[in-house]
């Protein structure tokens, strides 16, 4: 990308920190958008001064997920995670304290299947645990963790069950898709590139680290457009007042990323190798 002259170049995910430490040094002129990088992943003591690195609140993504599918109806539920990394392992702990907190609401009992599968990619071994899943009463799959999905999708559509997306909304991928956990990855990737023309580097973003939440604006949520919108029972009425909660900081998601497995009162987890 330096070689054909870019002076700008947004790495997406945490294998990049490595590359962006040396990177960050060899052109200093050239300046990184780190998405989902810590200070951690790049290993320096300080963030060099030509890197933003940013990373979001997986949980309340997760949180806003589990909730509307657990006030849809669904009480059978599973977790289909990548690696255990933290953004997977958030996703996944807000995923269970969402439907934990719409079950007790609705006086109702709710359990999910929680596994990860070490890798980021679907195959034939993923799909046929999934469709074990599915054969077993599972009503939906909640699929974190790159092109995974394609496993949980191809064993949906088996079953005649559905999917919950992640990162973007992915409902176009297929009719299975109810909702997906997103983040804001464009919205901000655009605003620090217009502020970034503004000259505006230096001053807010250079050498810089920031989360991204509900709290900082509309950063995280699930897809509000009408042909992403595949609810029976949840309304946009309720989605509203609980993304509100979470924005106000009336509900606040616990984001322990060392939480691998975690255990919940109000919710049956059920781990799976």
């Known amino acids: 990308a330096v070689n054909d002259c870019a002076d700008v170049i947004v790495c997406v995910g945490y294998l990049y920190g490595a590359s962006l430490a040396w990177a960050a040094d060899q052109y200093p002129d050239v300046k990184f958008i780190a998405i989902d990088v810590t200070q951690g992943d790049i290993g320096t003591d300080a963030i060099p001064a030509n890197c933003y690195c940013i990373t979001f609140k997986e949980e ?20 289909l995670g990548g ?95 109810v909702t997906s956990a997103m983040k804001g990855l464009q919205n901000v990737t655009e605003t620090i590139l217009t502020d970034l023309e503004a000259g505006k580097w230096e001053a807010t973003y250079g050498g810089k680290f920031i989360t991204y939440s509900l709290s900082e604006g509309d950063y995280v949520g699930i897809p509000t457009a009408e ?45 799976v190798d």
């Not at 309340?60 to 977790?79: N, S």
């Not at 929680?114 to 990619?121: E, H, P, V």
């Not at 195959?123 to 394609?150: H, L, P, Q, R």
Request: glycine share 12%; aromatic share 12%; hydrophobic share 40%.
């Open 227 to 271: 042909g992403s919108w595949r609810f029976n029972k949840f309304t946009m009425d309720q989605y509203t007042a609980v993304h509100d909660k979470l924005m106000s900081g009336e509900i606040v998601v616990d984001n322990n990323s060392d939480n691998v497995n975690p255990e919940i009162e109000g919710i049956t987890v059920n781990y």
């Open 60 to 79: 309340q993504a997760g949180y806003l997920a589990g909730y509307a599918i657990a006030k849809d109806g669904k009480t059978k539920l599973g977790f």
């Open 83 to 177: 690696m255990a990394v933290p953004a997977v392992i958030r996703y996944g702990y807000g995923w269970l304290q969402g439907a934990r907190d719409a079950a007790k609401e609705l006086g109702v009992e709710v359990e999910c299947n929680y596994t990860y599968a070490g890798q980021f990619n679907p195959d034939a071994s993923i799909t046929a645990k999934m469709e074990g899943w599915y054969s077993n009463g599972t009503e939906i799959v909640f699929a974190c963790g790159g092109g995974i999905y394609a496993s949980a999708v191809e064993a949906a559509n088996i079953h005649g069950a559905k999917v919950v997306g992640v990162d973007v909304d992915q409902s176009y991928i297929d009719a299975c898709i």
